[in-house]
């Protein structure tokens, strides 16, 4: 199992840049891929983006393309999100997730291991 911890959340205006990280401690290596997710209040978990642990294979919502950038650090262990050109709509609390699935998958149920969350907040 690998603990997961995302930080690097906060309040931006719309138009800004933040950037989420999200910290993997045990076997990160032993996941296929690890991937971000949000989720907003009543609304279910939405897949973001994902990168496979070995290589640079990425694939993203479409509704993120162009504006947001996964990237990882293997030596870090360590994943990251780079959201530039945020707008209001992208409020949420967004997730890291490791999975197992060797498919480019962006179903939530296909990721077993998850992070508490971190809040970001894009202001009109």
């Known amino acids: 199992q690998v603990q997961l911890a995302e930080s690097g959340g906060g309040l931006v205006q719309a138009g800004g840049s933040l950037r989420l990280s999200c910290a993997a401690s045990?076997?990160?290596?032993?996941?296929?891929?690890m991937g971000w997710f949000r989720q907003v209040p009543g609304k279910e978990r939405e897949f973001v983006a994902a990168?496979?642990?070995?290589?640079?294979?990425?694939y993203y919502a479409d509704s993120v393309k162009g504006r947001f950038t996964i990237s990882k650090d293997n030596a870090k262990n360590t994943l990251y999100l780079q959201m530039n050109s945020l707008k209001p709509e992208d409020t949420a609390v967004y997730y890291c997730?490791?999975?197992?699935?060797?498919?480019?998958?962006?179903?939530?149920?296909?990721?077993?291991?998850w992070g508490q969350g971190t809040q970001v907040t894009v202001s009109s």
């Open positions: 997730a490791a999975t197992l699935v060797i498919i480019a998958t962006m179903n939530a149920a296909d990721f077993s291991s």
């Open positions: 990168i496979r642990w070995i290589g640079d294979f990425t």
């Open positions: 045990g076997r990160a290596s032993s996941y296929f891929a």
